[in-house]
């Protein structure tokens, strides 16, 4: 029996989605088997008590542990070239066991300006109630990290390419920085998998993700991961995972870890499709902008190569006209489904202002950029034709119908 839970970095990306962290089964199976249980039995108190002591290993119950979520911890950790990962109920959960493990009153987060919208709340909102200051920046010059940083700087939030305008951030350069005021870095990297961007290698101490979206792939799980250094995440899940307890079902591991066994290929059409609709949104006369790391005048391409190795697939653009033909243009649509996720087979589509991006107060969210008109697409794996020529008729429609709005005189900003 085989376990490949100790392989280390031999194998190509595409070989570890599928092989990474096997651990041996008793009847050989090919597929992790799916420990659906919420305890283990111990073969008497003597067992249960050495467990409970850290005397011997071996698992106690499932929110503490469970072999299925513990494959997809390993695997996920070699993936991100970490030693160690977490496994958790959601991303959110993942960004805040990750942080709260390390944070206490009067500490100081450095956290860049555009970011997911529940990440933008969860910082200005819920960590200040807890006497956690935190300053948002512009990170893509990073010198204004330096210039937030305190002597009470204990973490820097990275996310990129970031939510919703795809604006990239130099991991390295802002690590160097942080890492001068012996500030932890933790990067979001939902939006290009460990197959686009390994973040470590740019000197983040931690990674996270939103495992409901490309690694897991399917749209069927809400999950979280966390990886980092063999303390750090002993840390993690002896705090912050243990008792707050959002940690992952073993179903849904058992989901990820299906999910996963594709993610290279998937990936490949994912940014391949993305790149066709970012060439159809740039010549679409409707379109005053699109915003998208694989486009020759983005600026991810001084970064392509060495911190990225591909776009992604979410795109973002702004529209000519107003909220309206925004509206109307999601309306009109027929093959792609208005809905707020990224990295399903599914082309989605969404409106920043009114959905991911609502939690942001609106002079936030003028600050951040995210206008009425800013539509954000992931996307899916479809026929790329059948995406495009979906567009188009959605286009067309659009600007057709909200005419008459307009000559009715309605205005409506949101906000
Ligand atoms: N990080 C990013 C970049 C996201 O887009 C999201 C969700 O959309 C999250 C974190 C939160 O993940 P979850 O919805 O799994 O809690």
């Keep these: 029996m085989r376990n490949n839970a100790n392989q280390k970095s031999q194998w190509q990306p595409a070989t570890m989605t599928i092989h990474g962290g096997k651990q041996p089964d008793q009847h050989g199976a090919l597929v992790a088997p799916l420990y659906q249980t919420a305890t283990f039995a111990f073969s008497n108190t003597a067992e249960g008590s050495a467990r409970f002591a850290g005397e011997q290993s071996g698992y106690i119950y499932s929110r503490l542990g469970n072999p299925t979520t ?47 919208g529940c990440s933008f709340a969860l910082f200005s909102h819920l960590f200040k109630k807890f006497g956690i200051q935190v300053d948002f920046v512009d990170m893509t010059e990073p010198q204004n990290v330096r210039v937030a940083m305190r002597d009470s700087t204990k973490m820097v939030f990275i996310e990129t390419p970031a939510n919703p305008h ?14 001068e005021g012996q500030a932890r870095v933790i990067v979001d990297n939902t939006f290009m ?3 686009l961007q390994q973040p470590r290698k740019q ?23 966390i990886c980092g250094g063999a303390e750090d ?14 940690t992952m079902s073993p179903h849904d591991a058992w989901l990820i870890l299906r999910g996963l066994k594709t ?75 208005i809905a707020v996720s990224l990295g399903d087979a599914e082309t989605l589509i969404q409106h920043p202002a009114s959905m991911t991006h609502s939690p942001y107060t609106p002079e936030a969210r003028a600050r951040a950029g995210i206008s009425d008109t800013l539509i954000r697409i992931a996307v899916g794996l479809e026929a790329v034709d059948d995406i495009i020529a979906d567009l188009e008729q959605a286009f067309a429609q659009a600007f057709a119908t909200t005419k008459t709005e307009q000559q009715q005189g309605e205005t409506l900003t949101y906000g």
């Design 70 to 116: 513990n494959e997809l911890e390993v695997r996920i950790a070699q993936l991100e070239g970490f030693p160690a990962g977490a496994a958790c109920a959601t991303g959110m959960g993942a960004i805040s066991a990750a942080m709260l493990a390390f944070l206490e009153q009067g500490d100081h987060v450095v956290v860049a300006d555009a970011i997911y």
């Design 166 to 179: 795809l604006k990239i951030i130099d991991i390295a350069a802002v690590a160097t920085i942080a890492h």
């Design 193 to 195: 998998t460990p197959l």
């Design 203 to 225: 000197g983040a101490d931690i990674v996270i993700h939103s495992a409901t979206k490309f690694l897991n792939g399917h749209g069927d799980v809400v999950a979280g991961l």
């Design 233 to 246: 995440i002993e840390m993690i899940k002896a705090t912050t995972l243990k008792d707050m307890g959002a």
């Design 263 to 337: 993610l290279d290929v998937r990936m490949e059409r994912h940014c391949q499709n993305a790149v066709k609709v970012a060439e159809y949104l740039v010549q679409q006369p409707l379109v005053r902008e699109v915003y998208f790391p694989g486009l020759p005048d983005h600026p991810a391409q001084r970064l392509m190569g060495t911190q990225m190795h591909g776009s992604g697939a979410v795109i973002a653009f702004e529209l000519k006209g107003d909220i309206h033909h925004a509206r109307q243009l999601l309306d009109n649509l027929n093959l792609i489904t």
